[in-house]
């Protein structure tokens, strides 16, 4: 099984729907990421957690939400989805070795 | 501010051909550098990572990374291309503080041809 698992792998949604990604872990780590990818652009972080009180807006945070249930779940909300927020999403953890471990990511399509 | 620059988008070597993709940096202080790779349909992978020491650093696959403080470069290079080596490959920089977050350059994306 994956350290950290990302669903849906694949989501089309229409525009002004609410749509959630989630993400869970089992390797224990404090921190957790969201971030974007798009062509040309590299990633982009959306928002980080260090802990289930703690967030904190990344880079491209507008129209996302985030919420970190427990230490090994991390789910990232748009509230009402547009067409520029179709991109490859990947959540990633990160432990105090500062590596970070990447999910297989879930490509949003937003039609 | 941090930036991380990937001057090539695209690369295409030859199958057993020597690689080199380059990595420029801009940052405050010394940074913490990494290479990924990102092969289709999958998430990223650890390549290397250089935080202090010996200034070339070996990863997994046969990668090797150079920093250089004085061009504020990180270039990552492999002798000799595999077919397998096919992917995206993407420079970060970052890791400080306790939150570790990484900024990312845009990525480039390297053709083997047989």
């Known amino acids: 099984d994956a350290d950290v698992t990302q669903t849906p792998r694949n989501r089309i949604t229409k525009t002004g729907k609410r749509i959630m990604l989630e993400c869970s872990q089992t390797?224990?780590?404090?921190?957790m990421y969201w971030y974007r990818q798009d062509p040309g652009l590299g990633l982009r972080l959306i928002y980080y957690?260090?802990?289930?009180?703690?967030?904190n807006k990344g880079e491209i945070s507008d129209g996302y939400s985030v919420s970190r249930q427990a230490q090994a779940k991390f789910s990232l909300s748009l509230e009402s989805a547009i067409p520029n927020q179709t991109a490859l999403y990947f959540c990633?953890?990160?432990?105090?070795?500062?590596?970070?471990?990447f999910g297989q990511g879930t490509r949003l399509t937003v039609v | 501010a941090q930036s991380v620059t990937q001057p090539d988008i695209h690369i295409t070597v030859s199958e057993g051909a020597s690689l080199e993709l380059r990595c420029n940096y801009s940052?405050?202080?010394?940074?913490?550098l990494f290479w990924y790779v990102q092969s289709p349909g999958q998430g990223l992978q650890l390549l290397l990572k250089?935080?202090?020491?010996?200034?070339l650093v070996q990863g997994i696959k046969g990668f090797e990374a150079e920093f250089k403080r004085s061009q504020s470069s990180f270039n990552l290079r492999k002798p000799s291309v595999h077919w397998s080596d096919a992917a995206e490959y993407f420079c970060?920089?970052?890791?400080?503080?306790?939150?570790?977050?990484?900024?990312f350059g845009a990525g480039t994306r390297l053709a083997v041809h047989p």
């Open positions: 970060a920089v970052g890791g400080y503080g306790g939150y570790n977050k990484l900024i």
């Open positions: 957690s260090f802990d289930v009180k703690d967030i």
């Open positions: 250089y935080f202090s020491g010996d200034t």
């Open positions: 990633a953890t990160s432990d105090s070795d500062k590596q970070a471990f």
């Open positions: 390797k224990g780590h404090d921190r």
């Open positions: 940052y405050g202080a010394t940074p913490y």
